[in-house]
């Protein structure tokens, strides 16, 4: 009995050794996981680290910290406070951080020098006012929409700065040099993390925003190419929910919105950079990530009669088979050219074919419905479901027309390139430029 | 000439200063909006003001500066930056502001002892090495979901840390005091902010999830208690979308999922408060806060016929007008009583007699479909888009059921209140517990 449940206990041990084996693998492999997903992941964190070890030499080297002292560790803090993902989010914060601390150490120092006119009893009462209402103040303006989109950590970095400098002046009478400690190393700080941030391997948001739209766009396209197929091919009884999973990438669209607000925000930080400029027109990019959600929606609604258990009779879907593919299919071609375009930033020409074909094919379509939809013979119930998968393509032609005039303008207003058709050399033509003719296409 | 350019002049700087003038009113009323239109945050800056102060006290009092010194100032900066407005947030920083800095500056100071072992040359040398694998490793963890949800700010704290206690030790021998001055104001500073955001007119961000649900599932029962008189009272030609105004609340639906996962996450940092335990069901408000969303985007689609410029002639509409005007109006009933007992944490009665009222009209609805809509002798394009309005109203009927039985696993997971219908006594039934039978339905 013993000897069993000596037996019991290591393989009880054993289980839970090998059980906690598994999860520091799996905790592995996820590490490994997310390394590969996005290697700019383990190159930021180098960069975290380099930036870091960079300014901690302050401590290091004998002359840097006769200069500096213990002050030198706000460097330190600075960096790793500072330090984002995005070159925007970065430049935000260093900017924010070093222009509140700038004013907030001055604003400090007469504070601190206000309070001592009034002697040592009334010294420290005045401080703890000033402190008071200053706190007070910034803490509300934080609330101010404007201003906690772009200058939050700017107003927490002033609080803090103003109430360390002010008190901190109560006891150490070298208040000013303290603050001109304070702000140096802090500048030293941001420098650093936004220097290493922007010269080595750069994550621009603005670029990441840019690319976020165009995906997006191209999640809507690739639902629209695969949705004629799969919807007309669908049985009654087929296990369709599976077969339309790779469709379902548009989800991800319908709930975009706050990142795309965030990206536009810290992309206005950036320096040009590459072809996109300083002003470049982030509001723009808002403006077609708006429209392309609201496709999305109506997306959503198509997905419904697509994933439906309930599926209309193939013979009432194909009245209206024809028409609809052309339709779904050539908005999914004119997403597709239009997302490749802002890829390449290159402007797409304004007259889009494929919103043409659309267009024709939703009159044909029309044209079925008014002559025999209703007048087939089948359940009233599966003829309007029909009629209301033909209505929700009509909106979609609408919609896509909507997102081409506003990446249009996009690209007009972010001066994206022109491309000229590739045009031969035609003899009759080539008597002054003939030869410049040959354009190619840039990429 | 020249008298006329003075007045110019003077004009234009009187323009100025109105100009400034104007502006400072502006931004002063706007903010006395922000203060009007939610008072707490008013009491937030002044709590963050009171804590500030509070915390300064460890400078103006001798005993409690000789304990501290100048590291008080940790304390200063630890209330700036934990002190936030929901008491979930402030103590999900509280917490992990003080945890990381207890371990990090445990493993500062073995860093530390660790390379004072290899001599003076060597040490710097080894610190560095240090500082950079801790910081890339823990910058490279804050991009693990589940640990960006909840300890993003620890980890930044661990990193600041760590760094700031193994590197000043290589010039402040008393790596040791420093490090348990620096986590001893901490624990101060966290302690003071949570302390006074809890007990000053705490603002609980489980609370505000909870309304926020409540409040979305209102705003679409105002769109569908409105949707029937207004979409078959709408002619042709009238500026329906002026009138339909006042039904465009449930916009804010469609895009409020990041801002419910948010509140998930950090209410589940909050103690138990009022009728709100310690384990609340948060996620299960997210799946019904979900399902609100998906019915949402119906509703945008059915919004979509009420606003179009080309509205279905009224006889046309007139067909389905009586059961889709009780279908609309009673989802939409329902839907308010269900935000109704969520905010009185009470349990609705889980047969709702709206929605059977609804599925009735539905019912209803599909026979008129199929006997009379196909045979009318309009325009087959009208007919097809005053069916898919029908199946509109018919999706929602479903969202609202699936709704109703999240909110109802809601409340009993959340243990809310039964709530029995008022019963008079019944004189035959009076034996016993007669009296008892009068339950007055609790608010």
Not at 199 to 217: C, D, K, S, Y
Not at 419 to 429: A, G, L, S
Request: charged share 20%.
């Amino acid at each position: 009995m013993a000897s069993s449940n000596n037996d019991h206990d290591q393989v009880k041990s054993a289980g839970l050794f090998e059980r906690l084996w598994g999860k520091i693998v799996k905790f592995g492999l996820m590490l490994k996981k997310l390394g590969q997903d996005d290697p700019r992941r383990i190159v930021h964190s180098l960069k975290v680290a380099l930036a870091v070890t960079l300014v901690s030499m302050l401590f290091y080297f004998e002359p840097l910290y006769d200069g500096f002292g213990l002050a030198a560790m706000w460097a330190i803090l600075t960096v790793v406070i500072v330090f984002e993902f995005t070159v925007g989010a970065t430049i935000g914060r260093g900017l924010n951080r070093m222009m509140a601390t700038l004013v907030a150490a001055a604003l400090g120092i007469g504070a601190h020098r206000l309070a001592t006119l009034s002697g040592k009893q009334g010294e420290p009462i005045l401080i703890a006012l000033f402190v008071f209402v200053e706190a007070g103040i910034v803490t509300f303006f934080r609330f101010i929409p404007q201003m906690k989109a772009r200058y939050d950590f700017g107003l927490l970095v002033f609080n803090l700065t103003f109430c360390l400098i002010s008190v901190s002046g109560y006891r150490d009478d070298e208040v000013i040099r303290m603050g001109f400690e304070r702000t140096n190393t802090i500048i030293i700080g941001s420098c650093t993390a936004v220097a290493v941030c922007v010269f080595i391997r750069p994550v621009w948001i603005g670029v990441e925003l840019h690319n976020q739209i165009a995906t997006n766009m191209e999640k809507l396209a690739n639902f629209l190419e695969g949705f004629g197929d799969e919807y007309f091919s669908v049985s009654e009884n087929s296990q369709n929910r599976d077969k339309s999973s790779s469709l379902q990438g548009y989800k991800s669209v319908l709930t975009s919105k706050s990142s795309e607000d965030t990206m536009a925000n810290l992309a206005r930080w950036e320096p040009g950079h590459g072809r996109f400029r300083f002003r470049h027109p982030w509001k723009q990019y808002l403006k077609v990530g708006t429209l392309t959600r609201q496709c999305a929606f109506k997306i959503e609604a198509l997905n419904n009669y697509l994933t439906s258990e309930t599926q209309t009779p193939q013979d009432v879907k194909s009245i209206i088979q024809g028409p609809s593919v052309v339709i779904s299919s050539e908005c999914g071609k004119a997403l597709k050219e239009l997302a490749t375009s802002m890829r390449k930033m290159t402007k797409s020409p304004s007259k889009d074919p494929h919103i043409a074909k659309s267009k024709d094919a939703a009159e044909e379509l029309k044209t079925v419905i008014r002559s025999s939809l209703c007048k087939h013979q089948d359940d009233s119930l599966d003829i309007i479901k029909d009629g209301a998968v033909a209505l929700l393509l009509f909106e979609i032609i609408t919609c896509t027309e909507k997102i081409s005039e506003a990446a249009h303008k996009l690209a007009s207003q972010a001066h994206f390139k022109d491309v000229k058709p590739r045009v031969t050399p035609v003899q009759e033509n080539s008597g002054n430029d003939g030869p410049h003719h040959v354009i190619t296409i840039e990429g």
